[in-house]
């Protein structure tokens, strides 16, 4: 099980979800611009063009990175940390939909959903809820872009 230690105590705290919520969002985030290849350019899912050979590889690690970085960083700190790099982070998979750009509202917005989901468990409800609702929308709009928005 990975666990952080939280402080100078030694509760720890698990990960896991974090991870999961990484996962989560790394296939969505590859996926979604395949299936819009399959869709509208007529190509197998496993066909990938020189772009998808050289993006496809950075959009799956992208959710793991900032899952590695913001993520644990946030998950290591107080409650109101949690709740102010999910909302930060919701936001910027906002942004990321007007400058739709290497599947950024779906990477923001899944990393932003587990933060607020996390927070929640902690006892956090209004910030933590915006988190799970902007990122959860942030999401679901990154993947319309991708599978209607040809």
């Known amino acids: ?22 996962l989560a969002t790394a296939v969505l985030a590859g996926l979604a611009p395949r299936v819009n290849a399959v869709v ?3 190509e197998r899912i496993w066909h990938l063009d020189p772009e998808a050979r050289l993006l496809l ?4 690690a992208l959710p793991f990175v900032v899952a590695a970085t913001v993520g644990t960083w946030a998950w290591r700190g107080s409650r109101s940390r949690t709740v102010h790099c999910a909302l930060v982070l919701a936001v910027l998979a906002f942004l990321g939909i007007l400058g739709f750009f290497v599947s950024l509202p779906i990477v923001f917005g899944g990393i932003a959903a587990t933060l607020g989901l996390e927070a929640r468990r902690r006892g956090a409800t209004r910030g933590a809820t915006i988190a799970i609702v902007l990122g959860l929308l942030a999401c679901l709009a990154g993947t319309a872009l991708w599978l209607f928005g040809a």
């Not at 666990?3 to 991870?19: E, I, K, M, Q, Y």
């Not at 590889?57 to 799956?60: C, G, L, S």
Request: glycine share 6%; charged share 10%.
């Open 40 to 42: 509208y350019d007529h």
């Open 57 to 60: 590889p950075i959009v799956v």
């Open 1 to 22: 099980m990975n666990t952080t230690t939280l402080g100078t105590t030694r509760s720890a705290v698990p990960t896991t979800r974090l991870w999961q919520g990484a």
